[in-house]
Structure formats: structure tokens, C-alpha cells
T-cell receptor
Framework: AQKVTQAQTEISVVEKEDVTLDCVYE???????LFWYKQPPSGELVFLIRRNSFDEQNEISGRYSWNFQKSTSSFNFTITASQVVDSAVYFC????????????FGSGTKLNVKP | ETGVTQSPTHLIKTRGQQVTLRCSSQ?????VSWYQQALGQGPQFIFQYYREEENGRGNFPPRFSGLQFPNYSSELNVNALELDDSALYLC?????????????FGPGTRLTVL
């Protein structure tokens, strides 16, 4: 079974604080892909990153960084020096190689960044 | 390059009615997926179309049906609407139907069933 768990329903931070959004996944596929999407109030899902199961290198893109650990089935997302514009709902998603391109989404984490 | 577009933006229907939602895929993309997102939840996969054929389906009843046209645009049809069908319906297109392909999402259609 494919499953994504985002245990943090809502997080509130003050601007410039660092924040980490957790994502834990379950899959029996040996080849799979993990994604993070951002959903602002407008509703459109915005792609942030994709990782495949064979690449455990952490990635940094500006203020964003991702930590992928197969040993704990986790793919966590950190925002450094958060800004008000980072306020949104963030979704982690999983796509298994044996399931065409069907995405399994977590329930999302709502991030509130206060000025 | 035009992104994924969806119409209408909002829709209000009554229980038992039928509804059609539309999606235009991003240029060059031959695969369209539909998702239902209930309030406060993550998107749930409905089905996927690849080159005009249904390529896979989630746990949704047959009253949810779809089409994909030769230009790769797509429709989602829902018959006999129920109150629980109230949700944001998201369309996503991808370059191929292959696993791991990035999906580009449209702004969604918010359906309210009264």
C-alpha cells in the first residue's frame, strides 16, 4: 500500500524563524518518487521538488532544503528564515513506479508565518 | 507556454444533478489526471487519461467518468451528485504517464452541492 503521513496539521512561526515540515511515507515499490507541493490560498498546487528513491542526497534551493532518509522513510522539508509569503498549505506526495503516475498525497501541513 | 487551465472556477449544483468540469492541459502534455480535494484534506486521485484512454482509476464510483480529446484536453463528469461531492476538483497534466513525471496543476474548480 502507498501512504503518506504528514502529522503536523498546522504550524505557526514568526517571520525569520526556521521551520521543518515532516513527511513519512510507506511503499513496497523499490523505485518511487517523492514530491513537495505548495498550495497558496488561490488553490493551485505549485511544484517544489521531486526526488527518486535512488537519490538520497539532500537538496538546497535558496531558503528551501529537503532531507530524504530511506532508513526512516522520511522526506522532510525545511524553510530557513521564513517569510510571510511562505504561508500556505504544503503537501508531500508519493508516486510508485508500479502505479503509473498516480500521486498519493498526505493531508497537508498549514504553515502560518506571522510578521 | 500556457499552463493548465480549468473551467468553471466555481459551480453550485443541487443533489441529484449532473456536472461537467473541463481542463486544458499544458502544451505538449499528453496525460491528464483528476483529483478531488475535500476541505482540509489532501487531493485524492480520481483517474488518469493518457492519449484519450483511461490509464488508471482511484476508489471512486462509476458515476465519476471522464474523457480526453485529441488535443489532450479533458472533461470530468459526475452524475447523481451527492452532498459529499462538494470539493475542489484539480486537474493536472504531465508530459507522459510514466511514474515520477512532474504533474502541473490547474487552479481547480470548486464544486458546491446543496
Amino acid at each position: 500500500a502507498q501512504k503518506v503521513t504528514q502529522a503536523q496539521t498546522e504550524i505557526s512561526v514568526v517571520e525569520k524563524e526556521d521551520v521543518t515540515l515532516d513527511c513519512v511515507y510507506e511503499t513496497r515499490d523499490t523505485t518511487y518518487y517523492l514530491f513537495w507541493y505548495k498550495q497558496p490560498p488561490s488553490g493551485e498546487l505549485v511544484f517544489l521538488i521531486r526526488r527518486n528513491s535512488f537519490d538520497e542526497q539532500n537538496e538546497i534551493s535558496g531558503r528551501y532544503s529537503w532531507n530524504f532518509q530511506k532508513s526512516t522513510s522520511s522526506f522532510n522539508f525545511t524553510i530557513t528564515a521564513s517569510q510571510v509569503v511562505d504561508s500556505a498549505v504544503y503537501f508531500c506526495a508519493l508516486s510508485g513506479a508500479l502505479h503509473f503516475n498516480k500521486f498519493y498525497f498526505g493531508s497537508g501541513t498549514k504553515l502560518n508565518v506571522k510578521p | 507556454e500556457t499552463g493548465v487551465t480549468q473551467s468553471p472556477t466555481h459551480l453550485i449544483k443541487t443533489r441529484g444533478q449532473q456536472v461537467t468540469l473541463r481542463c486544458s492541459s499544458q502544451s505538449g502534455h499528453n496525460t491528464v489526471s483528476w483529483y478531488q480535494q475535500a476541505l482540509g484534506q489532501g487531493p485524492q486521485f480520481i483517474f488518469q487519461y493518457y492519449r484519450e484512454e483511461e490509464n488508471g482509476r482511484g476508489n471512486f464510483p462509476p458515476r465519476f467518468s471522464g474523457l480526453q480529446f485529441p488535443n489532450y484536453s479533458s472533461e470530468l463528469n459526475v452524475n447523481a451528485l451527492e452532498l459529499d461531492d462538494s470539493a475542489l476538483y484539480l486537474c493536472a497534466s504531465s508530459l507522459t504517464s510514466g511514474a515520477g513525471d512532474e504533474q502541473f496543476f490547474g487552479p481547480g474548480t470548486r464544486l458546491t452541492v446543496l
